[in-house]
């Protein structure tokens, strides 16, 4: 998966990379801790996944306590909507930048 994104992952890699998200570095396909996450921004210690028919939900669950407990926000968007609404999920993760971003 690391060499190979999906075409939802591809979609949304081309509104983040080269710091086009609020001069935001994200990396893709990046490992913390054991687990590969598909988006982060380590400005921010915010991951990013984009959720298709190979992700379980119960596992997803308890990566995600497990991230948060290493100070890591995981944020998770349905393919679908990445399909649909990039624009709206773009401003979604620009909003969860906001609230992470140091005063």
């Not at 080269?18 to 913390?32: A, P, S, T, W």
């Not at 995600?64 to 968007?77: E, I, Q, S």
Request: hydrophobic share 45%; with cysteine.
């Amino acid at each position: 998966m690391r060499k190979s994104p999906t075409a939802t992952e591809r979609l949304l890699w081309t509104a983040l990379r080269n710091k086009r998200l609020r001069g935001l570095k994200f990396r893709r396909q990046h490992v913390i801790a054991g687990y590969v996450v598909d988006f982060y921004c380590a400005a921010l210690r915010l991951a990013v996944e984009v959720d298709g028919p190979i992700h379980r939900p119960d596992e997803d669950r308890l990566r995600d306590t497990h991230l948060a407990k290493l100070g890591v926000a995981v944020l998770r968007f349905a393919a679908s909507s990445v399909e649909s609404d990039l624009a709206g999920v773009v401003i979604s993760i620009a909003e969860a930048c906001e609230k992470r971003m140091p005063r």
